[in-house]
């Protein structure tokens, strides 16, 4: 059976640099995530469903619809991208995010239809932007812009939403006020995500299907529970490492070992 | 809520847009009345509706070309330079910069000293400066073409370079004709709105407004790119295209505005940012803004140019690069936060 979003044996890359073989299919309505250390090919298998790198081979569909064949106003109706660097520049908020209506305007339609400003309110308002809806994205802090970007991507109506790295540079209440709001869309909204993300522990407790990466290619692919284990992570990133569960959620929990420790611990059963 | 604040961004610009517009009607209006020959604004429409006699003659054959060229000289500088800075997203870039202007001057400056204009009359100057201009485009744009897409980065570099090498070979036949060529290369070089064809004055008029159309049906384009090409993609604009189609318009009205009336220095570079500090960066209302201000601009400068030293005439690029220079740096240091 055809998965939601479907990606099979796809390839693309740079000519040092090519992804092998990439497949794993999403159910609609899932929050996925895919991690691996750096240099993994995470951006690159990004940028490849963006469009932004050419596929070299394989394919990618999406709701039945070969991706990769879409007109890029076609895409952009049906996939949001909300990149990993924020948007510093003059443009207030309001308009910013209204521009993820471009996709459905003509070409002398210069301006908002009074469904593209219900679009706009609505989704400044889910994300907790409207309160600064008349602000200049420049004046925004990280997190601010993260969730300005991220009302843009959803006034954009997609099928698919897709996330590159969307809490680096945040510290830990905007992480996971960012993640927590992924979550509301994808059961709330039934929004498919898509999202690259660093720090396994947030992938753990929030993602539930997890792609992890290494070399181009993808090591292992399931559940939290099945891909955040000892033997892949160490395997993956070559870092001892201790994994446990959240004592809240269950979900796995993955703790870092300073080398000191490591040495202890090899000593003592001495 | 948002219905209100949006409607108040547009009756500002409708008004910005309406104020502009009416200074454009009154500094032409001033500008064909005003001048060796003094008419009376009153007296005007009674002039015209005569068809003949030295008023009618001196509004219709002399000052309403020079007010239209001035008009859409300036309009086209101002909206081109607005274009390249929209998609090279570099508040430097204006249209002489791409060696657009440098290859119309080696071209004009060939003509003259290979005396082309004994044999093809005065009319070839201007065309040579198209060619010059069409030669430095094409060689700008092919240049920085790699695997079959333009690299904005390495096309500005061209473009700068492909100036540098124009303007040297413009001096090297500069220093190797006699003083008579010399003077005429040098006398074109500084601009003039004094332009005897009809034609030209039309077609130069005709093409400024064409392109400002054209323009207008990619403000979205332009506001995206603001964000970046990848991010505009995403909202699903085909930068390469744009780029491509705006960077061609904006270079061959450069080339005809050089090929018509010269250099005309700093109105595509100074006045963009004066419309942009004062209605903001959305290219809804810029490009319109822009076109009118620079159309205003070069009208007022060309006023000043008559006035100054009459009944002799001041080269307008000695004006506009003057009043636009200082306008500049005032202007900078109003707003030292943002640059």
């Known amino acids: ?270 | 809520m948002a219905q209100s604040t949006f409607k108040k961004y547009h009756l500002n610009w409708l008004g910005f847009a309406g104020l502009l517009g009416a200074l454009v009607v009154v500094a032409a209006l001033f500008s064909l009345s005003y001048g060796e020959l003094q008419l009376k604004l009153k007296d005007m429409p009674g002039y015209l509706r005569m068809g003949e006699g030295l008023e009618y003659m001196v509004i219709t054959k002399i000052r309403l070309p020079r007010v239209l060229l001035a008009v859409s000289v300036g309009g086209a500088l101002s909206l081109t330079g607005t274009l390249l800075q929209g998609i090279y997203r570099n508040p430097l870039v204006e249209p002489y910069t791409l060696g657009i202007s440098g290859g119309a001057a080696l071209g004009v400056a060939l003509a003259i000293v290979l005396e082309i204009t004994a044999v093809l009359g005065e009319f070839i100057l201007p065309v040579a400066g198209f060619i010059g201009s069409f030669v430095s485009i094409f060689l700008v744009y092919s240049l920085s073409m790699r695997k079959g897409t333009v690299n904005i980065n390495r096309m500005l570099l061209i473009g700068v370079m492909i100036s540098f090498i124009s303007s040297s070979g413009m001096m090297f036949l500069m220093s190797i004709t006699n003083v008579e060529n010399m003077h005429s290369i040098v006398f074109w070089i500084m601009g003039s709105l004094d332009e005897p064809s009809t034609v030209l004055v039309q077609v130069m008029l005709y093409a400024s407004l064409i392109v400002l159309i054209i323009s207008l049906a990619f403000t979205r384009s332009l506001n995206a790119l603001r964000l970046g090409e990848a991010k505009a993609r995403h909202l699903g604009i085909n930068t390469a295209f744009v780029i491509r189609i705006l960077f061609i318009l904006a270079s061959l009205l450069t080339g005809l505005s050089v090929a018509v009336a010269g250099i005309i220095g700093f109105v595509g570079l100074v006045i963009p940012h004066l419309v942009r500090l004062v209605v903001g960066n959305d290219y809804r209302i810029l490009l319109i803004g822009s076109f009118l201000s620079g159309s205003f601009f070069l009208l007022v400068c060309d006023l000043l140019a008559r006035t100054i030293i009459a009944p002799n005439e001041l080269p307008i690029g000695v004006i506009t690069g003057m009043v636009g220079g200082v306008i500049f740096i005032v202007m900078l240091n109003r707003n030292k936060s943002r640059y």
């Not at chain 1, 600064?132 to 991220?150: D, F």
């Open chain 1, 1 to 270: 059976m055809q998965g939601y979003v479907e990606i099979s044996n796809f390839s693309c890359g740079y000519p040092d640099f090519k992804l092998d073989g990439i497949t794993f299919s999403l159910e609609r309505g899932m929050l996925a995530g895919i991690i691996g250390p750096n240099g993994s090919g995470k951006t690159t298998l990004f940028n490849g469903l963006t469009g932004e790198l050419l596929a070299l081979n394989g394919h990618v569909w999406l709701n039945g619809k070969n991706v990769p064949e879409m007109k890029l106003r076609e895409k952009a109706q049906h996939i949001a991208v909300v990149s990993q660097f924020t948007e510093k520049v003059d443009i207030p908020v309001e308009e910013y995010v209204m521009m993820g209506r471009y996709p459905y305007r003509g070409k002398f339609q210069f301006f908002d239809s009074e469904y593209d400003q219900e679009v706009v309110e609505k989704y400044m308002r889910l994300t907790g932007v409207y309160a600064y809806k008349n602000k200049w994205m420049s004046q925004l802090s990280g997190g601010e812009q993260q969730l300005a970007a991220i009302a843009r991507a959803l006034t954009q109506e997609p099928r698919l939403l897709l996330l590159d790295e969307p809490t680096s540079h945040l510290d830990i209440t905007h992480q996971v006020q960012v993640l927590n709001l992924i979550q509301r869309l994808n059961q709330e909204l039934g929004l498919t995500v898509l999202m690259i993300i660093h720090d396994l522990n947030l992938a753990g407790e929030y993602c539930n299907y997890l792609v992890m990466m290494k070399n181009g290619k993808i090591h292992a692919k399931g559940t939290p529970e099945e891909v955040l284990n000892y033997a892949h992570i160490e395997a993956v990133y070559e870092t001892p490492v201790v994994t446990n569960h959240n004592p809240l959620s269950g979900k796995p929990a993955v703790f870092l070992v300073s080398e000191k420790v490591m040495e202890q611990s090899r000593k003592k059963p001495e």
